[in-house]
C-alpha cells in the first residue's frame, strides 16, 4: 500500500515557467489537499478537493490551478512560476465518514521540493 | 479559527518521558485537538487526537485540560526517531481545514 505518492522529490523553475506537481493516492480517499511549506513556516492550505470533479480554494490559492478528473489524481499547476513560490509542496488526503463529512485524519506524501530562480 | 501557543524547541533525554505543551485558549467547543509530528524532510503524520478526555494510542498520549484551554502530547519513552517538529492542530469537527503553526522542535539527546 503505497499511501500518498507526490513527484518530483525536487525541481528547479526558472521565472515565468509552469509546470504540474503531482499527486496520487491509492487509499480510494475523496478528500484531497495541496498545501505549502516555507521554510521554518507550518504548511498552509492551497487548494482542496472533495471528491472528482469538485475543488476549492484554501488560504493562499494565487497563482495555483489544480483539476480532479479521478478519485486518485490530484494534480498542482503553476503557471507562471515567481521567486515566491518557493517552497516545499504537500499533498495529502483523507477519507470521508458515511455521511459524507471527512475523516479527523490526513495522510500525506513526502513532498516536492521547489525552487524558482 | 483557534490560535495555539507552542514553545519553539524542547529537549528530551533519551527514554526519558517528554512533555509537550499547547495553548489553545481560544477553541470551541467542538474543535478536537489534533497532534501531527514531521520527521525532517518528510511529510506530517497523524499523532492524536482528542475532544474532552484522555487519549492513549501507541504512539503517544494526550492529556486535555479539564477547560480545554490547553492540551498536553506525553511521549511515554523518547526515542531518537521521536525527534521532529510537533504540530498541535484545533480543528472543527467534518471540516477539513488544519491550521498549521511553526510547532515545537523537539530534539533528542543520546
Known amino acids: 500500500n503505497a499511501g500518498v505518492t507526490q513527484t518530483p522529490k525536487f525541481r528547479i523553475l526558472k521565472i515565468g515557467q509552469s509546470m504540474t506537481l503531482q499527486c496520487t493516492q491509492d487509499?480510494?480517499?475523496?478528500?484531497m489537499y495541496w498545501y505549502r511549506q516555507d521554510p521554518g513556516m507550518g504548511l498552509k492550505l492551497i487548494y482542496y478537493s472533495v471528491g472528482a470533479g469538485i475543488t476549492d480554494k484554501g488560504e493562499v490559492p494565487n497563482g495555483y490551478n489544480v483539476s480532479r478528473s479521478t478519485t486518485e489524481d490530484f494534480p498542482l499547476r503553476l503557471e507562471l512560476a515567481a521567486p515566491s513560490q518557493t517552497s516545499v509542496y504537500f499533498c495529502a488526503s483523507s477519507y470521508t465518514l458515511q455521511d459524507g463529512r471527512p475523516k479527523n485524519i490526513q495522510y500525506f506524501g513526502a513532498g516536492t521540493r521547489l525552487s524558482v530562480l | 479559527d483557534a490560535k495555539t501557543t507552542q514553545p519553539n524547541s524542547m529537549e528530551s533525554n533519551e527514554e526519558e518521558p517528554v512533555h509537550l505543551p499547547c495553548n489553545h485558549s481560544t477553541i470551541s467547543g467542538t474543535d478536537y485537538i489534533h497532534w501531527y509530528r514531521q520527521l525532517p524532510s518528510q511529510g506530517p503524520e497523524y499523532v492524536i487526537h482528542g475532544l474532552t478526555s484522555n487519549v492513549n494510542n501507541r504512539m503517544a498520549s494526550l492529556a486535555i485540560a479539564e477547560d480545554r484551554k490547553s492540551s498536553t502530547l506525553i511521549l511515554h519513552r523518547a526515542t531518537l526517531r521521536d525527534a521532529a517538529v510537533y504540530y498541535c492542530?484545533?480543528?472543527?469537527?467534518?471540516?477539513?481545514?488544519?491550521?498549521f503553526g511553526t510547532g515545537t522542535r523537539l530534539k533528542v539527546l543520546a
Open positions: 487509499m480510494n480517499h475523496n478528500y
Open positions: 492542530i484545533p480543528r472543527t469537527s467534518g471540516t477539513y481545514k488544519y491550521i
